[in-house]
């Protein structure tokens, strides 16, 4: 089974505090993403990693950074977290191939930033 | 660019009562993949199916059907004899060249019993 696991399911942090979010998958994926879920507007992309060291903007970087420096972490980072930062974090791998692009999800982390 | 329209919102049903969710998509792309998800109250995302956009034959496992048509770019999901541990948000997702997945907005599925 693949595993998708995240560092913390609740965090609460204060303004202006650097906040990291880690991700670790267990199968050797290629590829990694970070979204955020926000209720009515669904899941949105925020980077995503093709490779080591690699990265891309999503649709909405503004306010992140990434780091991915071993296969199997991604880690998302607030550098100065504001309120609108608030949000479900969800991280998910896939594999890269023919057919294989199925994404396993992450259970989340639900982020406060008071 | 892509875009994925859940044009509806929340959907409650009684127990047994059939139920769709419509998924409406927009790319360019003549080579694409589209997924359902599922998210349960646990909140984690569970993979449903994923079809590509070659393949238009329609789609049964269970209770689950899904109903793919380019002509009307849509792929929407049917569950029959629905019951309470449907209930969860479900999301419908696009995937194009990119890598990443475009996510429609959910619909929320109450299933009453």
């Known amino acids: 089974d693949v595993k998708v696991t995240q560092s913390s399911r609740y965090l609460v942090k204060r303004t202006g505090e650097k906040v990291f979010l880690e991700c670790v998958q267990d199968?050797?994926?290629?590829?990694m993403f970070w979204y955020r879920q926000d209720p009515g507007l669904g899941l949105r992309l925020i980077y995503f990693?093709?490779?080591?060291?690699?990265?891309e903007k999503g649709d909405i970087p503004e306010g992140y950074s990434v780091s991915r420096e071993k296969k199997e972490r991604f880690s998302l980072i607030l550098e100065s977290a504001s309120t609108n930062q608030t949000s479900m974090y969800l991280c998910?791998?896939?594999?890269?191939?023919?057919?294989?692009?199925?994404?396993?999800f992450g259970p989340g982390t639900r982020l406060t930033v008071t | 660019a892509q875009k994925v329209t859940q044009a509806q919102t929340e959907i409650s049903v009684v127990e047994k009562e059939d139920v769709t969710l419509d998924c409406v998509y927009e790319?360019?792309?003549?080579?694409?993949?589209l997924f359902w998800y599922k998210q349960p109250p646990s909140g984690e995302l569970v993979f449903l199916i994923r079809?590509?956009?070659?393949?238009?034959q329609n789609e049964i496992s269970g209770r689950y059907s899904w109903n793919f048509q380019k002509s009307t770019s849509s792929f929407n999901f049917t569950i029959t004899a629905s019951q309470v541990v449907d209930s969860a948000v479900y999301f419908c997702?696009?995937?194009?060249?990119?890598?990443?997945?475009?996510f429609g907005s959910g619909t929320r599925l109450q299933v009453q019993p």
């Open positions: 998910a791998s896939s594999d890269t191939g023919q057919g294989a692009y199925e994404q396993y």
């Open positions: 199968m050797d994926h290629e590829n």
């Open positions: 990693s093709y490779d080591v060291k690699m990265k």
């Open positions: 790319t360019r792309d003549t080579t694409y993949y």
């Open positions: 079809r590509n956009s070659f393949d238009e």
């Open positions: 997702a696009l995937l194009t060249g990119r890598r990443a997945l475009t």
